[in-house]
């Protein structure tokens, strides 16, 4: 029998391979990508340069490094220089990051604990009237896009009522307690948050439904049931746990795709995370920028599906038998 | 596996809703724009104009008439979602028998690559491709396919799969049915079901995708799209132009998705083998 500190590092190794291989990619992009940040920034402009200013402009913001160098420069945090920003890709990438997080986090959370929860009651009570206008609410709640609802929902309750602010994370320059701080934060993260839960909570809810009507049909519910077990027990103890894992799953991978998922919403709502910087760095052409948040979105998903395999395990000891 | 199917499909609402829809909408998008009377690149009239007998939805800011544009938009984004779904379903379809039916390496082969492929971000790809070199719409959306094809794969493998070693194959085989024959005449058919479910499913992930690079201005600002629509008229929001200029492309948009939705689930309700088998 192999030992179990051998198991737990075995994929490590394939995923250490696959993030050398995107780093290496990353390391190329400028390269395959044509255009660049100063024919995009004077095209448009009033000034016209001459073939000597140009080549030696290019010169400047293009860096000529090895793949050693890049590999280093990236452990130390630095990523190069933002031409367009005038501020190192580090510091705007940190910046944003938080935001990012609260705003992705907090809805992903909120949705998979309230779809899982919701899913598993509705699903005990299959057949009810309100189960079933609640799986039609959900149903037709599935197909409305996030464009659509953040559109609608900044229209509505920022523009024309004014009940919340249109833009940005917190109000600027503001002078305030902490206390007051949080709340603006809150405040700016309300309609955003909205758009995303509504948007990520249905799917969540569908599957953990139609999940656990699946296993509430085995017979170790039964057993569960006939033992007499209260009714919570049985749906949490026994059945919910079965349910579970399409859900990690999902969680996992939308978490994974995090930057891109906020893209959309941030945009909408100009709340300055990750999404709204790389949009922003693309209109300009701002290649380190692009690089570095394009890298750090796929070393993402490595490392949460590293962690998922991790996970599997310790939900289903199926899984760890198989491999 | 789904003798039953037709009778019981009938009667399910959400799948008359959402064919119901998908066929509107459609309907509007192919026929619409041969209907109205304004092609929607002309920019001839008064900008900003409510809606008048002439122009039903009014006229945006660049002096077009929104009902030709939002018709017109309809149809590039519908097409999009159709060029997707096909290759995706035909990509994906063709790896996941392929692989079911050979095993051994090709099968090892082409589930890892699978697994590759699922763990490249689509959208940064569409988004990188779409930014630097601006590509026709087609070409995004054979990317897309490209990049979405293992989910297909990987679900019709699995029911290829369990269908490899049944008595009929079995007997087929037995008989001395080539790898084609077998493939074609009983493989493919017999998984029809799962074709549907994941078109379905591929179109509403690719008319979302549409959408959002439009929103982002990522596509050619020439080409017409519901996307692009939204994201120019939230620009105006302070003029009462939003109840015909915003709110339109926002329904048709949510139509399409639902439409696409509600088909996806009343499939998957209908034809999952789990819940087949536990009824």
Redesign the interface.
């Known amino acids: 029998m192999r030992t179990r500190q051998h198991k737990w590092s075995r994929p490590v190794f394939a995923y250490l391979a696959a993030a050398l291989i995107l780093v290496y990619l990353s390391y190329l992009l400028p390269q395959l990508l044509p255009g660049d940040f100063v024919t995009a920034m004077y095209a448009g402009a009033d000034v016209s340069l001459n073939a000597l200013q140009e080549a030696e402009l290019k010169a400047y913001f293009l860096d000529n490094q090895t793949f050693g160098e890049y590999l280093g420069n990236l452990v130390r945090l630095d990523w190069g220089y933002s031409a367009a920003f005038f501020a190192p890709v580090s510091t705007l990438f940190f910046a944003a990051l938080p935001w990012t997080i609260v705003l992705m986090g907090t809805a992903h959370i909120l949705s998979s604990f309230l779809g899982f929860f919701l899913g598993v009651e509705a699903a005990w009570r299959r057949g009810s009237l309100v189960e079933k206008s609640g799986v039609g609410t959900m149903t037709v709640l599935e197909g409305i896009p996030e464009i659509c609802t953040g559109a609608l929902l900044l229209l509505v309750f920022s523009l024309h009522l004014g009940w919340f602010p249109a833009a940005g994370a917190q109000t600027a320059y503001a002078e305030q307690t902490t206390f007051q701080w949080v709340l603006d934060v809150l405040h700016h993260l309300t309609l955003p948050l909205i758009t995303l839960v509504a948007a990520y909570f249905p799917g969540n809810f569908l599957l953990a439904r139609a999940g656990m009507v699946m296993v509430l049909k085995k017979q170790f519910v039964l057993t569960a049931k006939a033992k007499g077990l209260p009714p919570g027990r049985v749906r949490y103890a026994h059945a919910a746990r079965n349910a579970l894992l399409p859900l990690v799953t999902r969680f996992g991978l939308r978490f994974a795709f995090m930057v891109t998922g906020a893209l959309v919403v941030e945009t909408i709502f100009s709340y300055p995370g990750l999404g709204t910087l790389l949009f922003n760095a693309i209109s300009m052409r701002d290649l380190p920028l692009i690089q570095g948040i394009v890298l750090f979105a796929s070393l993402m998903v490595l490392v949460v599906n590293l962690c998922m395999e991790w996970v599997y395990t310790l939900l289903d000891p199926r899984v760890s038998h198989a491999s | 596996m789904h003798l039953d199917a037709g009778p019981r499909i009938k009667k399910d609402p ?1 799948f008359i809703i959402g064919s119901t829809l998908l066929v509107l909408v459609f309907f509007g998008a192919f026929i619409g724009p041969l209907l109205v009377p304004w092609d929607p690149h002309d920019t001839g009239f008064v900008p900003l104009s409510p809606p008048s007998a002439h122009h039903w939805l009014g006229i945006n800011d660049g002096g077009m008439d929104i009902l030709s544009e939002l018709l017109w938009g309809l149809r590039n984004t519908v097409v999009f979602g159709l060029i997707a779904a096909i290759a995706g379903l035909i990509l994906g379809g063709g790896i996941g028998l392929v692989s079911a039916w050979m095993g051994g390496w090709i099968d090892q082969f082409f589930m890892r690559l699978a697994d590759i492929v699922l ?3 689509a ?2 790809i569409l ?2 491709l779409a ?3 601006r590509p026709p719409s087609a070409v995004l959306a054979l990317t897309l396919a490209a990049l979405t094809w293992p989910t297909t794969a990987r679900g019709i493998r699995a029911q290829a799969l369990t269908l490899k070693n049944s008595l009929h194959i079995t007997a087929a085989r037995r008989m001395g049915g080539s790898n084609r024959y077998v493939i074609f005449r009983h493989l493919m058919p017999e998984l029809f079901p799962l074709y549907l479910i994941n078109f379905a499913a591929k179109i509403r992930m690719a008319v ?1 995708m549409e ?2 690079l439009a ?4 596509f050619d600002p020439a080409q017409k799209s519901l ?1 692009l629509m ?1 994201s120019y008229a ?1 620009k105006y ?2 003029l009462d132009i ?1 109840a015909n200029w ?1 709110v339109p492309p ?1 329904l048709l ?2 139509l399409l ?6 088909l996806t ?1 009343s499939l998957e309700k209908i034809f999952d083998p ?2 087949q088998e ?1 009824v």
Do not use: K, N, Q
């Not at chain 2, 929103?215 to 990522?218: A, K």
């Not at chain 2, 998705?257 to 509600?262: E, L, S």
């Open positions: 959400w763990a490249i971000p959208v940064m988004i990188l930014a630097f070199f979302f959408a959002s929103f982002l201005g990522l996307g939204i939230l929001y302070y939003w915003l926002i948009l949510s998705i639902m439409g696409a939705t509600f689930i789990r819940l536990s």
